[in-house]
């Protein structure tokens, strides 16, 4: 059996960080963690208002920076993460639709430049662990080949948390990778605890004069083993913990969320250690929503919006966001302005110290300004999604208000409402001391007053604005929906028939985006990928 140690893996981590590289004149850029939550839904987090699963550490992050009220995602991982590592729509590449399956050759293009090949133009060192779903078929379609210069993690779209299997079309097999190596020395290992132990030595062995560029791309809260699984590290301890939650597979995925929450603990403890936290952006975000039914159901809730992951109502591509920097002024505040995931690759490298102006063209908008000054340009609109094969289509614009919708799901009765609310007496009350003791408020060091925390809790908290879904509310691809978001943001009345000049006007910009929309591939998993040809791991078939 082909083995990879650990040890050596971090060797050449230390090497790589310690060879003099020629610097440039950003080298005192900030360094960017972006911790990216996988169907996480908006419920899922305690700043949002439910009680039902504590996530101090996140919590402490959104109170110490800046909650993000209105971050929008595509509604699944491979549109995401491509509108999130190229800042251009995923219509452009024809990435959009169902995610990039095990051992089918898609893939970004491989000459539109990413957001850490841009950022290692500025001196960046740059590394992935975890997730990364954009294609595998190629040794340069992978992340060493578009702009990583390290990388640890999963080339699929999930795998088991402690066999770290990726299943495909009647065939699976091991997919953890040290850069091209199968790791097969870390089997058996929680991939939570795993990747952010990972993360830790990345931070550990970086040279803290190079700004460093750190993606940690969690499979939390993904349903794992055989895409069904809900995997903690102690079932009993996981009962005990949470016992007070009647579902038993919602107790598993609280579980989840508990680990990647001590995650985030441990990656902005280390920061503080090295000294790098004061230098730092740290951003959080979850890729889409939670998935409470249906393919690859995790038990998440996204109450009390609309919809799940794969629809573009609010519960798939609305999503719990935080970023927190000691750069920015006046933290500790909610922004209610529209941001799109497109935004955070001309937003980084403006960070950076990039010139927003040498990435065009770019459908994302450099948001650094109003993040750290709460001036600047604002978003107004944005496509928020289209499948040409599945009929379904949305955008969104009047920064924020309006939402046209043709079509809003890519499998049928998605767009209902699902999942637990967490608010009533059977979860315990929130505890704001955890939070105030969490790692991640203790290494921020700030005294924020307990007042003004829960104020921030309450102004992102939605009550229960759900209502009966008549039948002219279901959103086909035959009729168009409208909702005005700021006064309906649960979608509950379709105002289609009484603003027809907003109809007008947004299906106009929806027509537009057809014009660059490049058509899906037909879905096909190449029988030549299969594990078995290469030790059971999954490889990169078309070099092997």
């Known amino acids: 059996m082909l083995t990879v140690n650990y040890g050596k893996f971090l060797l050449l981590i230390y090497l790589c960080s310690t060879i003099k590289t020629t610097r440039s004149k950003h080298s005192d850029s900030p360094h960017v963690i972006l911790i990216v939550a996988d169907d996480v839904g908006w419920n899922d987090v305690g700043f949002h208002g439910s009680n039902q699963i504590p996530t101090p550490n996140i919590d402490a992050l959104a109170y110490n920076g800046i909650i993000l009220n209105r971050f929008y995602t595509a509604p699944s991982c491979t549109p995401s993460r491509t509108a999130?590592?190229?800042?251009?729509?995923?219509?452009?590449?024809?990435?959009?639709?169902?995610?990039?399956?095990?051992?089918?050759?898609?893939?970004?293009?491989?000459?539109?430049?990413?957001?850490?090949?841009?950022?290692?133009?500025?001196?960046?060192?740059?590394?992935?662990?975890?997730?990364?779903?954009?294609?595998?078929?190629?040794?340069?379609?992978?992340?060493n080949g578009r702009g990583f210069d390290s990388y640890f993690g999963y080339w699929n779209s999930y795998i088991g948390y402690f066999d770290h299997e990726a299943k495909g079309d009647n065939m699976k097999g091991f997919d953890m990778h040290y850069n091209f190596e199968p790791a097969w020395d870390t089997y058996g290992q929680y991939a939570t605890d795993l990747f952010t132990k990972v993360a830790e030595e990345m931070i550990w062995q970086h040279d803290v004069s190079q700004p460093m560029f750190l993606m940690l791309s969690h499979l939390a809260g993904h349903s794992g083993k055989n895409g069904i699984e809900l995997e903690v590290p102690d079932v009993e301890e996981n009962d005990r913990m949470f016992g007070y939650i009647a579902d038993v597979k919602r107790r598993r995925y609280a579980g989840i969320i508990h680990e990647l929450d001590k995650s985030v603990g441990r990656v902005i403890e280390v920061l503080e250690d090295r000294k790098m936290l004061d230098n730092s952006v740290v951003i959080i975000i979850s890729d889409n929503g939670a998935q409470t039914v249906g393919n690859y159901r995790n038990w998440g809730s996204n109450w009390p919006l609309r919809g799940l992951k794969m629809t573009v109502h609010e519960g798939g591509i609305r999503n719990f966001a935080a970023a927190y920097s000691s750069l920015f002024q006046n933290p500790g505040r909610v922004n209610n302005d529209l941001f799109f995931i497109a935004d955070l690759m001309p937003t980084i490298y403006a960070a950076g110290g990039g010139n927003v102006e040498d990435l065009a063209p770019m459908d994302g908008i450099?948001?650094?300004?109003?993040?750290?000054?709460?001036?600047g340009l604002r978003?107004?609109?944005?496509?928020?999604?289209?499948?040409?094969?599945?009929?379904?289509?949305?955008?969104?614009?009047?920064?924020?208000?309006?939402?046209?919708?043709?079509?809003?799901?890519?499998?049928?009765?998605?767009?209902l409402y699902f999942g637990e609310d967490g608010r009533d007496n059977s979860s315990p009350p929130y505890d704001i001391n955890a939070v105030i003791s969490s790692p991640a408020y203790v290494a921020i060091g700030k005294d924020i007053p307990v007042d003004r925390m829960l104020q921030l809790r309450k102004e992102v908290t939605m009550g229960n604005c759900r209502r009966p879904i008549s039948p002219n509310n279901r959103c086909n691809y035959k009729n168009w929906c409208l909702y005005d978001l700021f006064e309906d943001p649960c979608e509950t009345t379709n105002l289609a028939s009484t603003y027809p000049e907003v109809v007008d006007k947004l299906s106009q910009k929806l027509a537009e985006a057809w014009m660059h929309l490049k058509p899906q591939k037909p879905k096909f998993v190449d029988p030549r990928a299969n594990p078995i040809y290469c030790n059971n791991t999954w490889f990169t078939w078309l070099d092997d």
């Open 84 to 143: 999130l590592l190229t800042g251009q729509y995923p219509t452009r590449f024809g990435l959009q639709g169902i995610p990039i399956a095990a051992g089918e050759n898609q893939h970004l293009p491989e000459d539109v430049p990413t957001l850490p090949e841009r950022l290692k133009e500025l001196g960046y060192k740059t590394h992935l662990i975890g997730k990364w779903n954009l294609g595998a078929a190629f040794k340069n379609v992978t992340p």
């Open 379 to 415: 978003r107004s609109e944005a496509l928020l999604h289209i499948d040409e094969v599945r009929k379904c289509s949305a955008y969104i614009s009047d920064y924020g208000r309006y939402k046209l919708i043709n079509g809003s799901s890519l499998f049928e009765d998605y767009d």
């Open 366 to 375: 450099n948001q650094w300004q109003l993040l750290t000054q709460n001036t």
